[in-house]
């Protein structure tokens, strides 16, 4: 099973995509969500998800900073 964390800095977004969305139907355990890139970047580096879903625009790390962080 892959694992999957959410970064969004919208509750109603997060609350959606995890009520929403059968993850173990697809194979898929969320493991975390985080509501900004700073928090997001923590968390994915504790947890090591196989998957990371993540809004673009978020107060003080964006979504395409979090993710070049994660690259890097």
Do not use: C, F
Request: aromatic letters at 2%; zero cysteines; charged letters at 25%.
């Amino acid at each position: 099973m892959k694992t999957l964390v959410i970064v969004d800095d919208e509750p109603s977004v997060i609350n959606g995509l995890r009520t929403y969305v059968d993850w173990a139907g697809h194979g898929i355990e969320l493991i975390g969500t985080a509501d900004d890139g700073d928090t997001g970047l923590a968390l994915i580096s504790e947890l090591r998800p196989d998957i990371v879903l993540t809004d673009v625009q978020m107060p003080a790390m964006d979504g395409i900073a979090m993710a070049a962080e994660v690259r890097a």
